[in-house]
């Protein structure tokens, strides 16, 4: 029985006191469960906080949102995998759909900064996902596998089972329209079809489905047993409605 992995991107909200006390209320809403792990992604700034209110708890975990592929050096603005580590992430999110649409990250930095994550001992979320368009154009596949190539395509079988692939549709993430659970698990078995063909162990490899996902449609998603877990942004701002999706039943495992 793998994890259900609750991630929760805070984005560019809450700096460091409401990130504590987010996280806070987050952890005493939830009893330590050994078959759900919470993840928190809340802004670099706010790392230390969050790290300190999960210290102790076995459930839970910290990552960056982004990440530089270099160790360190001349790059005003940006965080070192191991500057991160540092602050206590053990996680971190790699091409974010708005990264990659909003900050212009190519698919080639996603590879160098999955490499830079594991090698500084940091477990890396790939987010893929194609744009309305590409959908449209019934090339949604095709992005994701492209996407899988660049960003973990260089891995071997053991570097890949420390991976976790975040299924994000561009235009579900923040629309209020998440795709259907047919949908993702569609998808999320084409994701599992790359790894397993790269000699990754199936199970090892978690697949999460990201966009739109709310107190209401998250059994439904979660029903799918495709679906390793949720990556959730405007519905985990805050811990009422946090708390509703994170106590989703699992069927089944
Ligand atoms: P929303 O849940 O707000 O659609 O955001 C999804 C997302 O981008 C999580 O990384």
Request: hydrophobic share 45%.
């Amino acid at each position: 029985m793998s994890a259900v992995l609750f991630a929760a991107n805070w984005k560019m909200h809450h700096g460091p006191r409401a990130a504590r006390a987010l996280a806070q209320a987050v952890l005493a809403g939830t009893k330590p469960v050994a078959d759900r792990l919470l993840l928190f992604f809340p802004p670099a700034v706010s790392l230390p906080a969050v790290v300190e209110a999960v210290r102790g708890r076995t459930d839970a975990a910290v990552g960056a949102q982004n990440i530089h592929w270099e160790p360190k050096g001349a790059f005003t603005g940006e965080l070192s995998a191991l500057l991160a580590m540092e602050a206590g992430a053990t996680w971190t999110l790699v091409g974010h759909s708005e990264r990659r649409h909003k900050f212009g990250e190519t698919d080639d930095e996603t590879g160098l900064k999955v490499r830079a994550a594991l090698g500084a001992g940091l477990r890396p979320m790939l987010c893929v996902g194609e744009t309305l368009q590409q959908r449209t154009d019934g090339e949604k596949e095709n992005v994701v596998r492209r996407q899988l190539e660049a960003g973990v395509g260089a891995l071997g079988a053991e570097e890949l089972a420390r991976v976790a692939v975040a299924y994000e549709p561009v235009w579900a993430i923040g629309t209020g329209v998440n795709a259907t659970p047919a949908d993702a698990a569609a998808m999320h078995r084409t994701i599992r079809e790359w790894f397993a063909r790269r000699g990754a162990p199936a199970a090892g490899c978690s697949v999460l489905y990201g966009g739109s996902v709310s107190p209401e449609n998250a059994a439904a998603l979660l029903a799918e047993e495709e679906l390793d877990g949720v990556l959730v942004g405007g519905a985990s701002l805050t811990a009422e409605s946090w708390l509703r999706i994170v106590a989703t039943p699992r069927a089944g495992r």
